[in-house]
């Protein structure tokens, strides 16, 4: 079984229980623990507390924390292989940070972000549309799906 890597916009997805939902929480309860990187936590704090309020946004951070993942810190090598990415992709810098975890570790990364798409070597699941699609990345222009529309440019 392989190894997944959580993008922010899967973990919103789980705790918004937004389409796709369903294909976290299954990856959650497999023996093989999936991963995340350090700013995940970040952007779920900030992100929740900008629109819900910082209570929201720390009761989400600590239900983030009790998920079983494995964290991966910033080392030397993930920061200079996020860098990279930086420098040679349309990325934001959390989206650089997150890609180059999922590198690091050979894991696929869950998400539903189109940035991703051109990063080569980078295995991918896309949780948009309504559903998981395994490597037709598809933008949100070609999605009919109303759950991702509302949040179009937040993730």
């Known amino acids: 079984m392989s190894r997944f890597c959580l993008d922010t916009s899967a973990l919103l997805t789980l705790r918004d229980n937004e389409p796709g939902a369903d294909r976290v929480a299954q990856l959650l309860e497999t ?21 819900e309020g910082e209570r929201a946004g ?7 924390q009790a998920l079983p993942i494995d964290w991966l810190e910033a080392t030397e090598p993930l ?44 295995d991918q699941e896309w949780l948009g549309c309504g559903g998981v699609d395994r490597f037709a990345i598809r933008p949100p222009g070609g999605c009919e799906n109303p759950a991702w529309g509302s949040h179009q440019g937040q993730r």
């Open 79 to 122: 920061l200079l292989s996020a860098a990279e990415l930086k420098a040679s992709h349309r990325l934001s810098l959390a989206d650089a940070w997150i890609a180059a975890a999922a590198l690091q570790c050979g894991a696929t990364l869950l998400h539903k972000d189109p940035e991703f798409q051109p990063i080569a070597g980078l």
């Open 58 to 64: 720390r009761l989400a951070y600590e239900q983030l």
């Open 31 to 51: 023996p093989v623990r999936c991963v995340a990187c350090f700013i995940t936590r970040m952007e779920v704090l900030y992100r929740v507390w900008k629109v």
